[in-house]
Nanobody, 122 residues
Framework: QVQLAESGGGLVQPGGSLRLSCTAS????????VGWFRQAPGKAREAVSCWSSIEPRSYADAPRGRFGVSRDNGDNTVYLQIDNLKPEDTGTYFC????????????????WGRGTQVTVFS
């Protein structure tokens, strides 16, 4: 069974960038969709982006131009690049997998990582 581990979070000033990693073990990501979600304190978990090898494109629910998702060829890791970070980006970022196709609803995902904290402060 696939297991996920997020990394790359941290404390960042507004305008900075982070690249988060979601590394899978136990199975290849070739047949999965990997969704990125974030959850701020007191708020619901929301979709940020998703990568899938099946679909021709990945999407970013978050503002275009600031969030990008990718996977290097042959790498069992999916990356979330966040640029021009804003205080409202603060939260715990999770990755999760489901078979083949991206979905925005978190309940559609089967396996989750434990999350990595992103804090944007002045």
């Amino acid at each position: 069974q696939v297991q996920l581990a997020e990394s790359g979070g941290g404390l960042v000033q507004p305008g900075g960038s982070l690249r988060l990693s979601c590394t899978a073990s136990g199975d290849t990501l070739d047949y999965y969709a990997v969704g990125w979600f974030r959850q701020a304190p007191g708020k619901a978990r929301e979709a940020v982006s998703c990568w899938s090898s099946i679909e021709p494109r990945s999407y970013a629910d978050a503002p275009r131009g600031r969030f990008g998702v990718s996977r290097d060829n042959g790498d069992n890791t999916v990356y979330l690049q966040i640029d021009n970070l804003k205080p409202e980006d603060t939260g715990t970022y999770f990755c999760a997998v489901r078979e083949y196709y991206c979905k925005r609803d978190p309940v559609m995902y089967d396996t989750w990582g434990r999350g990595t904290q992103v804090t944007v402060f002045s």
